[in-house]
């Protein structure tokens, strides 16, 4: 099993920026990611890490706004968004795939970007 607790959701105002936090534990894990889900729409990838020997990758919509990165003695991934729009409001989730799919989930973390 893998436990992941998500952090660091708020309302931010458009063009804002806002870090996520997501502590893992457990058993080891291949990668830990990050997915997301607006109200009536189906969850979406946001941007994935390998947690040792590779790097970030991302969904095209969010590269250059969205930074994930990892600290492996802390067992932490991040999540840096900037310059965020309404349209990046939604429920964020952080995900761990120990061997082909991502079967671990957190609760999840609220983003509400609105002036």
């Known amino acids: 099993q893998v436990q992941l607790v998500e952090s660091g959701g708020g309302l931010v105002q458009p063009g804002g920026s806002l870090r996520l936090s997501c502590a893992a534990s457990g058993r080891t894990f291949d990668r830990l990611a990050w997915f997301r889900q607006a109200p009536g729409k189906e969850r979406e990838f946001v941007a994935g890490?390998?947690?040792?020997?590779?790097?970030?990758y991302y969904s095209e919509a969010m590269k250059g706004r969205f930074t994930i990165s990892r600290d492996t003695a802390k067992n932490m991934v991040y999540l840096q968004m900037n310059i965020l729009k309404p349209e990046d409001t939604a429920v964020y989730y952080c995900?761990?795939?120990?061997?082909?799919?991502?079967?671990?989930w957190g609760q999840g973390t609220q983003v509400t970007v609105s002036s």
């Open positions: 890490i390998f947690w040792t020997g590779g790097g970030p």
């Open positions: 995900a761990a795939m120990v061997t082909t799919s991502f079967d671990y």
